[in-house]
């Protein structure tokens, strides 16, 4: 067991935990991947928020699941592992031209030093 001779020469050191962030801005028409992980699992968590000014809904979703914000409002949510986040103001019911709002993910990823 590391450390419980007194040697911690051959112990693996902690994860450390990186956090990103990043924002933007939504103006209707978009329909498009706004952030896509370079890798398969190199982010082991994500927290990924959009605000509607509206005037109509904005879709967006997270490694295929989709949401709904209703105008006026937001929504936020985590995902595990995520690898793709896609907004879209148009071609879904309850979309108005010139719906207009906000996103912003917060992005965790462990690192062995």
């Not at 103006?27 to 994500?46: E, H, L, M, R, S």
């Not at 985590?78 to 010139?98: C, D, H, L, M, Y």
Request: glycine share 10%; net charge negative; proline share 6%.
């Amino acid at each position: 067991m590391c450390g419980s001779q007194g040697n911690d020469c051959c112990c693996c050191p902690d994860a450390v935990i990186f956090t990103e962030e990043i924002c933007g801005n939504i103006k209707d028409p978009i329909n498009q991947v706004v952030w896509t992980a370079p890798t398969v699992n190199d982010y082991i968590q994500g927290t990924f928020e959009v605000f509607n000014a509206g005037p109509g809904t904005i879709d967006f979703s997270v490694n295929g699941t989709v949401f709904t914000v209703p105008a006026g409002s937001s929504k936020a949510v985590s995902f595990n592992n995520p690898i793709r986040f896609i907004v879209q103001t148009f071609g879904q019911p309850g979309a108005v031209a010139g719906t207009t709002g906000k996103w912003c993910i917060t992005l965790y990823k462990r690192v062995f030093a």
